[in-house]
Structure formats: C-alpha cells, structure tokens
C-alpha cells in the first residue's frame, strides 16, 4: 500500500476505535461468538417455548410447565455470534484523482469502519471493487480480514478491460462471494452509469443492512466552486477520452442539476431495500472528522 494510503488508513482506524459500528435493524449472523443473534442457539438468554420434537435436547425440557400441563414444552435460548462486516471500496481510477484528497479520503474512511468493527467485536472483510462493466468487478484484498497492518491494499486503477465509453458498475457479482446476514458497508462515488435499482439490489441481496458511503471531491459535486470554468480540457479518468468543452453558468447550472438527480435515483433505490446513502465530501474528510457524520446518520456510534 503506497504510504500516504496507509497513513491515511492508520489515522481513521485510530478514530474509530473509539466508536463502533451500529447494528442493522436485522440481527446480523456470523460465527459463533458472543453477541447474542436473531436465531435459536445454546446461550443463556430465553428466546422462546415451544412443544417438545424428538431429538430436542432433553436438558432444555421445562419440567415446571410439564407438571402443570401434562405437556412436554422445550425452552429455546438465542445463538450466540459473531456479527460480520463486509468492505467493499471502489478501486477505480476516479477514486484517485490528480490535485484530490479523494483516494486518501477513502483509505480513512476504510479505516475508521474497520476501527469500529474492530472496537465492536465484529470480523471484517475487505474488498477492492475492480469494477470493469464485464467479467470480475472485485478482489478480496489480501490481508483484508486480519488487523489494519496486513492490508495490501492494491491501488486505484483504471480497469485495462475496459473499451471506450463503457460505464464503470462496481457491482457485487463476480467472484465476490459475500457473507449472507451481514453488515454491508459500500464506499464509491457511484460515478457511472448504471441503474442505482439493479447495482443497489445485487449489494443488498442476503445482507442484513447496506449502507452505502459516496465519497465525492469538492470538484466532483461542484467544479465552478473549484474555480473550473471557461474552455477546458476534461480527461475521463477510467477511459482516457480526452472531451473539450466550455463550462459556463449554464453548463455548471446542467451538471449540477445531473448530479442531484442521480443521487436523488440513489436514494430512492436504497431506499428500496431498506439501505441508507451517506454522501462525504474528501476534502472534509482528510480535514476534520468523518466520523461526525457517520454518527448522525447512524452507521457509527
């Protein structure tokens, strides 16, 4: 991992261990451990009654109601687990650009969710979302499901599959092979053209809460504010392409408009399948403390 990443990624880390993340509204699963899950299991905690089936352990048989009732009833207690975590970062080139905080506001971000995970008692795994509009769209980073110094994380990188003009959709299919009932955590600017519904559904499929986090630059929610204006050049930072264009009151009032209408799609789509979008701009981040508003709007606490 390049060291300005690292660093990065050290410095949210030691942020959230201060915190931890807060629980979906669905009871997440994981292996056994010591919170308490949403199913039947072998700690102390009552669930629940119900009539006695055969092979039903006979130690749990509740001789008080028996002897009232004549009937043979089981008590059941609640599992015990170890809830889980999944990251999944984007790692495309428009998540490092020139001149941006954006790739170390990531890595921070990472951190400070892997913190809390980690301060939560929860396991975690990491994943680079390659995101190429066919074929694998991830990896799982090595060293991502151990402690923050064993990440190797692998760089932000345009995908070399990509031909020109197709969108970049990271998306959870592929080789990603996903912990059911678990927490999802999404970092991406959803920069690219696909529909919020269907990419929205595929991360939320089996999971137990989604949350996605945008990471936007200062110049991605407003390039008139970061002094863009006039004849420019414009590179697109995954394809190549080169587009000459002017940016004027009314093109910057276009583009403006686009982006509010596509978060606004997001929203609705999350929405959908009970997810919630956190929008973070890089520049706040590397600047002060994420974790504030990850806090009010209920991922951290």
Known sequence: MRPDLREAAVRGHARGTALSLAPPARTPAG???????????????FMDFRAYAPGDDLRRLDWAAYARTDRLITRLYREEVTPHCDLLVD????????????AAAV??????????????????????????????????????????????????????????????????????????QALRIVVSDLLFEADPEAVAARFAD???????????????????????SGDVRLVDAEAGLLREARLDAAALRAYREALRAHTERWVAALGRVDARLVTLIAEDVVAGDAAKTLIERGVLR
Request: proline letters at 8%.
């Open 107 to 180: 890595m921070r971000v990472a951190g400070l969710l892997a913190g809390a995970a980690e301060a939560s008692r929860w396991s975690t795994r990491l994943f680079a979302l390659d995101a190429p509009a066919e074929g694998p769209v991830g990896r799982e980073v090595p060293g991502g499901n151990a402690g923050l110094e064993a990440w190797d994380w692998p760089g932000f990188a345009e995908s070399a599959d990509r031909g020109p003009g197709e969108a970049k959709t990271p998306t959870v299919r592929g080789p990603l092979r996903l912990k059911r």
């Open 206 to 228: 089996g999971a137990a809460g989604l949350t996605v986090v945008q990471l936007l630059c200062e110049r991605d929610a407003d390039p008139g504010g970061d002094g863009f």
């Open 31 to 45: 292996a056994a451990g010591e919170r308490l899950g949403g199913r039947v299991g072998s700690s102390v905690e």
């Open 91 to 102: 790692a495309t080139a428009s998540m490092d650009l020139p001149d941006a905080p954006k």
